[in-house]
């Protein structure tokens, strides 16, 4: 096969505030792969803060391969890349979609979400998700009881702590959880605190789902092993390699909710095919996320293509 790679870079609009500060641009690679039989788009979105590599060091893994590659060299990249297993891999011919799943929508940071959440509404989204630890615990708690009361009774709403909370605090939004009925806490603490997060989840009701924890397939294995039985949050373009990650699915039965990593439409339907695969029950995905960018927005793939240019 032929291959050849673009960087991408688009801006967050408006910037994404999470509880490690600002994040403005998502840079990333397309990948294509051409042969006589046709062309296959992939795309490699690395997600450094949560442990898969940079996007520097997947530039240089595509700058080292050769121009003709086969399918034994994408088989053979190692697990610290990721994001490039996940890329290259996708960018193979494969079955496409079921059926698109339901998605939850990325609220607008703090008290913005009680506003934002409307035009959501409106597109027909159900679920939300809000980012937690990013203000004064004092101020957020305030905020979601306003959001619980004005959010429609069938409005489901998640949390997201990105691994920022204190065990303190973590109780706290636990108990907040039970009272407003969250669906589930994200992340609410570092990924060092493996046996803190299993007692609390014995605690609440709420449910806590890990995400940091099992940002690759390897950790997904790992936590799976140690007996997480909470949800599993899963993004597929850091997880490491598709055809390893449904063996995974299909041989466990985990509580999985799939999950956007802010990539372009390239890996954006390789992952909802992946959802709509390996997904169980009734957990909307979390791609309801296109509405944070204005650039690249395309999803004809040899557009976008043709908007970047070569390294
Ligand atoms: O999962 C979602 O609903 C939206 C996507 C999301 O929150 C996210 C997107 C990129 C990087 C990290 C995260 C996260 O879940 O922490
Ligand atoms: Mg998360």
Same mark, same amino acid.
């Given at each position: 096969m032929r291959f050849e790679f673009r960087?991408?870079?688009?801006?967050f609009n408006p910037p994404l505030l999470t509880c490690h500060g600002v994040?403005?641009?998502?840079?990333?690679?397309i990948v294509r792969l051409s042969d006589e039989s046709g062309v296959g788009f992939g795309e490699i979105a690395p997600l450094d803060w949560f442990g898969s590599e940079r996007v520097e060091d997947a530039i240089a893994f595509c700058q080292s391969l050769p121009s003709q590659i086969d399918r034994s060299l994408i088989r053979a990249i190692p697990a610290d890349l990721p994001a490039c297993q996940f890329g290259f891999e996708s960018a193979l011919p494969s079955v496409s979609r079921l059926e698109t799943?339901?998605?939850?929508?990325? !609220? *607008?940071?703090?008290?913005?979400?009680?506003q934002g959440w409307e035009t959501?509404?409106?597109q027909g989204y159900r679920t939300f998700k809000w980012k937690i630890g990013v203000n004064a615990i004092g101020d957020e708690l305030k905020t979601l009881k306003q959001l619980a009361?004005? !959010? *429609?009774?069938?409005?489901?709403?998640?949390l997201d702590a990105n691994a920022g909370l204190t065990v303190e605090q973590a109780h706290q939004w636990l108990e907040a959880g039970d009272t407003y009925n969250i669906e589930f806490i994200e992340q609410p603490l570092p990924v060092d605190?493996?046996?803190t997060m299993v007692a609390l989840s014995q605690q609440y009701a709420t449910t806590i789902a890990l995400d940091e924890s099992v940002a690759t397939l390897r950790q997904l294995q790992t936590c799976y092993d140690h007996g997480w039985r909470g949800i599993f949050v899963i993004k597929p373009a850091i997880a490491g390699s598709p055809a390893r990650l449904r063996q995974f699915c299909q041989q466990h039965s985990i509580d999985a909710v799939f999950s956007s990593v802010f990539e372009t439409a390239i890996a954006r339907e390789a992952g909802l095919n992946l959802a709509a695969?390996?997904?169980c029950g009734d957990r909307a995905v979390g791609y309801g996320t296109t509405h944070?960018?204005?650039d690249l927005v395309t999803e004809n793939f040899e557009e976008l293509w043709q908007r970047l240019s070569p390294c």
């Open positions: 960087p991408y870079s688009r801006a994040w403005r641009i998502r840079r990333g690679i799943p339901r998605m939850s929508a990325l !609220l *607008p940071p703090g008290e913005r979400a009680c959501l509404w409106q009361e004005w !959010l *429609p009774n069938n409005a489901k709403l998640r605190q493996f046996e695969e390996l997904s944070w960018f204005t």
